[in-house]
């Protein structure tokens, strides 16, 4: 018999607030909306038991973030997290990359391989992207679900694994199964526990806690001023949808950093508008892009230059351009790159 997993409070990536008392929510995830509240409570229910989960939501909301916190706050916490994603694995090598083989087992198999099962031994193997599997893959798998016995290929002898098993998908498997493209047995194997995982959209209090924390990230990581966020600003961005929920915002906040957003001036990513103006009325549209984009150049290639100590093909390996059409942008805009270099 296996020993009572601890109290949440004494598991790993679970910590509690020494002032109030309340347990803080796990590493990793970041919130404090009524539906992010709801989210955490499934977890830490998840993380008392042992049983396969499938986990819904779309795609960036923090699927993988919210499988890695059922499993730091379980039982398994201190062995391994095993992630797969299945759509990355060509189905003629899936059971060989779930179950290893020997040397020989087939005909490119010139060196043994440990199998994702095998490094999940006492953990957690989390399925990414379940939808995407084969039909082969998915035969294999649910052989594999219904006894939890499998064989390392080219060995007769079975072993039993000892993994937790989560799995996750942005489609409605159910949808999928009615289509034919996934199996019903194989959804009803995975199909113990369920945890949805909400779109950011549904997370709008939320938004301003992940701006912070995104832009604290990459500013720290080019030596950046860390960007104010007006009232303003955080409004609009709370009003998005947000269709690449957290991923995509963490990259319109990566952009913010590089592009200096301040109390003057407000980037919100590539689908909003500038407020520019030239002269007592509005500018017109062609004129107030223009204007835009020369501001946003200059202001990139001079948080670029200073992250780089003026050091020109430095600066275009990090804006990920040529170092050509780099410096004919530093001249367009009269940056003068000695001006960064130390000495």
């Known amino acids: 018999m296996k020993p009572e997993p601890p109290p949440l409070s ?50 960036g909301s923090g699927k993988e973030l919210a499988a890695r916190a059922i499993h730091y706050l379980g039982q398994r916490g201190s062995r391994p997290f095993v992630p797969v994603n299945c759509g990355a694995i060509p189905e003629a090598l899936f059971e060989s990359e779930l179950f290893g083989h020997i040397r020989g087992a087939f005909t490119d198999a010139r060196t043994p391989r440990t199998g994702l099962v095998s490094h999940a031994e006492g953990g957690t193997l989390f399925l990414d992207e379940i939808d995407t599997l084969p039909p082969k893959g998915q035969v294999v798998l649910l052989r594999f679900l219904q006894d939890r016995r499998y064989r390392v290929l080219g060995q007769s002898q079975e072993t039993v694994s000892d993994a937790r098993i989560l799995a996750a998908s942005n489609r409605c498997l159910e949808d999928e199964a009615a289509a034919g493209r996934f199996r019903s047995d194989l959804l009803y194997r995975l199909n113990i526990l369920r945890l949805r995982v909400p779109p950011l959209r549904d997370r709008g209090d939320d938004v301003p806690l992940l701006c912070r924390h995104f832009a604290r990230i990459y500013a720290n990581r080019y030596d950046l001023p860390c960007p104010e966020f007006p009232p303003q600003a955080l409004a609009r961005l709370q009003a998005r949808a947000w269709p690449g929920n957290v991923r995509e915002l963490e990259s319109a906040v990566h952009r913010m950093v590089l592009q200096g957003v301040t109390e003057q001036s407000e980037v919100y990513g590539p689908d909003s508008a500038a407020d520019t103006s030239a002269g007592p009325g509005p500018a017109s549209f062609r004129d107030a892009k223009a204007e835009a984009i020369a501001s946003f150049e200059r202001r990139y290639l001079c948080n670029v230059m200073a992250h780089t100590g003026g050091n020109v093909s430095a600066a275009a390996r990090l804006a990920q351009t040529d170092r050509r059409a780099l410096g004919r942008l530093l001249k367009k805009h009269g940056v003068d790159c000695d001006r960064y270099r130390n000495g």
């Open 10 to 59: 004494e598991s790993a990536g679970c910590h509690r607030d020494r002032a109030t008392g309340a347990d803080r929510p796990p590493q990793g995830l970041l919130g404090a909306s009524a539906a992010f509240e709801r989210l955490v409570a499934d977890i830490r229910l998840l993380a008392r038991t042992d049983a396969p989960a499938l986990i819904d939501g779309e795609t």
